[in-house]
């Protein structure tokens, strides 16, 4: 079973920075848009970041242009999400995912067929 690996979460305070790893062992990654998702109790899963399958396109949720940049190194087969002047309000299960396509760019959940099992990040105040 294909399986998607996150990495990195923590406690942390408010205005403090994480990066997020995400890795697949079986599942090459470097022809598929990858995405970072978030969840938050009693929500629903909220898109974040997505880039594409050779990096050159990323885009953003507007609650988090500008403090958060995803990123991916094909080589290590590895995505980033580099999160930084973290908020309370980002206190989540932090989800990677990844596509079928390559240059497309989704940000809707129901287009990631791959998913990880997720890693907590809570920031205190």
């Known amino acids: 079973q294909v399986q998607l690996v996150e990495s990195g979460g923590g406690l942390v305070q408010a205005g403090d920075s994480l990066r997020l790893s995400c890795t697949a062992s079986?599942?090459?990654?470097?022809?598929?848009?990858m995405g970072w998702f978030r969840q938050a109790p009693g929500k629903e899963r909220e898109f974040l970041a997505v880039?594409?399958?050779?990096?050159?396109?990323?885009g953003y949720a507007d609650s988090v242009k500008g403090r958060f940049t995803i990123s991916r190194d094909n080589a290590k087969n590895t995505g980033y999400l580099q999160m930084n002047s973290l908020k309370p309000e980002d206190t989540a299960v932090y989800y990677c995912a990844a596509t079928i396509y390559s240059v497309h760019i989704p940000r809707s959940v129901g287009l990631y067929g791959y998913w990880g099992q997720g890693t907590q990040v809570t920031v205190s105040s």
């Open positions: 880039i594409s399958g050779s990096g050159g396109n990323t």
């Open positions: 079986t599942l090459p990654l470097k022809n598929r848009a």
